[in-house]
């Protein structure tokens, strides 16, 4: 499978503690996404990556999240600190240069802060 | 800002009734324009795109959907729905420095098939 995969994919874990979400694009792809998505709602842009760079960071994405892409292939996103609003689906994609807004999703990674 | 507003978060046809899921925009310039679906336990799936070229615009599984400028709406729609089809849907424009880098998302409707 070639496809973008996420790890965990269910993770629950108590207040107060670090969380760090894995996610592994399409392999030529060089943009990187990542996404929130909580119950009846659309996924909400956190970052992007094109290759290494971080270049666009939303301001959901508070000083207790951040993401990496050290080499330019996959991507971890931590949250430190978590808080029970920090539950949520976090979804990863990738793009290739060149076709705007195609982007591929993998499967998210759940986040249930107790 | 860019906006995107998806009128009703749950749709029901029959089989092979009309689908038809509405999707509003605000921009202050042409928009790219997307629809994804998400199937149960799997990842959104680009159905369609609108890039400033034909203004109809056909995507997989027998989807198409229109731009209407003058409406600021992308409508997604299918002659005849089939039980394959039930899925959650989300309406997306695209936005961000640079050009347009970054997708938002409508709230998504809930599209249910009924026999």
């Known amino acids: 499978d070639t496809g973008v995969s996420q790890d965990p994919r269910h993770k629950i874990t108590k207040r107060g503690q670090n969380v760090t979400f894995r996610c592994d694009p399409i392999?030529?792809?060089?943009?990187l996404y990542w996404y929130r998505q909580t119950l009846g709602q659309g996924p909400e842009f956190l970052t992007y990556?094109?290759?290494?760079?971080?270049?666009?960071k939303s301001r959901l994405l508070s000083d207790r999240f951040s993401a990496e892409r050290p080499k330019g292939s996959f991507s971890t996103l931590e949250i430190q600190r978590t808080e029970q609003g920090d539950s949520a689906m976090y979804l990863c994609?990738?793009?290739?240069?060149?076709?705007?807004?195609?982007?591929?999703f993998g499967e998210g990674s759940r986040l249930t802060v107790l | 800002a860019q906006s995107v507003t998806q009128l009703g978060s749950h749709v029901s046809v029959s089989e092979g009734a009309l689908v038809l899921l509405r999707c509003n925009y605000s921009?202050?310039?042409?928009?790219?324009l997307f629809w994804y679906v998400q199937y149960p336990n799997q990842g959104l799936q680009l159905l369609l795109k609108?890039?400033?070229?034909?203004?109809l615009v056909k995507g997989i599984n027998g989807f198409e959907a229109e731009f209407k400028k003058s409406e600021t709406s992308f409508h997604l729609t299918k002659p005849s729905a089939h039980m394959s089809d039930a899925a959650e849907y989300f309406c997306?424009?695209?936005?961000?420095?640079?050009?347009?880098?970054?997708?938002?998302f409508g709230a998504g409707t809930r599209l249910a098939v009924h026999p």
């Open positions: 997306a424009a695209g936005a961000g420095r640079g050009g347009y880098n970054k997708l938002i």
């Open positions: 609108y890039t400033s070229a034909a203004t």
């Open positions: 921009s202050s310039v042409p928009p790219y």
């Open positions: 990556f094109q290759n290494e760079a971080q270049l666009e």
């Open positions: 392999s030529e792809h060089n943009r």
């Open positions: 994609a990738s793009s290739a240069q060149g076709h705007t807004g195609e982007l591929f």
